[in-house]
């Protein structure tokens, strides 16, 4: 952790997709690794345009009560679309795959939460669709934490200040005074520092064994269970 303040530790925000649902991995690295086993080999240029098109075309555009599934099931279908896969089976089956990971991953989550909810304030703030809020709901989140900040609903995406001003304002905290712990340097990392925040990089295993993070004496974690030593 990078420059860490005497301030006392009063909020941790946590960035959703690929920290929350996944050690370090995230969205777009686990539909592809699904989408190869399923359908075979795939032009990662070619998959990282149709899922940044079918990223892009949910933002703003599901009812704020979609839960995981359908908004999984959208996304792949966006996919699948622009992979000329078709609707079928392997869809389904990508879309199923993936939600059944994430919530594996979200249930350590919330116990990882609940446990951190009695000594600090805690908000969830992600890039998203504008149902953030309801997929929270249904992994069982909300009674650990006193925000969730969904880019679709604030007009803010991450690295923008805004978003995490958002949710420091929720939180009753100050930027010296929160720690971000997210799985993007470019997002979550680089916005965090750039208000001052502390951040912690959940790595995860696709940035090999010595991952460098964004700042001298960053706080690099390979899974975020590991976060409870860092802060204790």
Known sequence: MSATPAV???AVLFDFGGTLDSDG???KARFFRLWSEEIGELEPERFDRAFYEADDALVGNLPADLPLAA???RL???LANGLSAGHGSACER???RFCKEARDHLAGSVRLLERLASRYRLAVVSNFYGNLAAVCAEAGLPPAIAAVIDSASV????PDPRIFEAALCAVGARPSEALFVGDSLARDMAGARALGMRHAWIAGDQNGDSPT??????TILKRLADLEQVIA
């Not at 007009?155 to 991450?158: R, V, Y």
């Not at 993070?213 to 960053?218: M, N």
């Open 94 to 96: 990508v879309a199923s």
């Open 25 to 27: 991995i995230p969205w």
């Open 8 to 10: 006392p530790l009063t």
């Open 76 to 78: 792949a279908a966006g």
């Open 155 to 158: 007009g803010a995406e991450k």
């Open 71 to 73: 908004t999984a099931g």
């Open 213 to 218: 993070g964004c700042c001298p004496q960053d």
